[in-house]
Nanobody, 126 residues
Framework: QVQVVESGGGSVHPGGSLTLSCAVS????????MGWFRQAPGKEREAVAA????????FYDRLVKNRFTISQDKAKITLYLQMNILEPDDTGIYYC?????WGAGEWNTERRYKYWGQGTQVSVSS
């Protein structure tokens, strides 16, 4: 089994920054893709960014590209999401997810990921 635990959420003003962390533990050898999703109040969960753990190739949703940066610490098996120039529309619960190679779907689809964290709240308001 794989455990996924997010941290680093909080409340910030528009234009501010936050860094989310995601610690992954357990049987992690099979993990090849990790991603961040978010769910705003009253909306469906959507993909934010993802990274292939081997190559480091990263993907971003167009709404966060150039503001958010996904990165990883392979030694610590930890995923990060650096979020800059935050906007009120970035408010939501942010989830970390881990996928194995045989998952179906693209990086931005929930069905691609097998393991999910409980989420961490990010609130952006004046």
């Amino acid at each position: 089994q794989v455990q996924v635990v997010e941290s680093g959420g909080g409340s910030v003003h528009p234009g501010g920054s936050l860094t989310l962390s995601c610690a992954v533990s357990g049987s992690t050898d099979g993990i090849n893709l990790m991603g961040w999703f978010r769910q705003a109040p009253g909306k469906e969960r959507e993909a934010v960014a993802a990274i292939y753990t081997g190559s480091g190739t990263a993907f971003y949703d167009r709404l966060v590209k150039n503001r958010f940066t996904i990165s990883q610490d392979k030694a610590k098996i930890t995923l990060y999401l650096q979020m800059n120039i935050l906007e009120p529309d970035d408010t939501g619960i942010y989830y970390c997810a881990a996928a194995e190679p045989w998952g179906a779907g693209e990086w931005n689809t929930e069905r691609r990921y097998k393991y999910w964290g409980q989420g961490t709240q990010v609130s952006v308001s004046s």
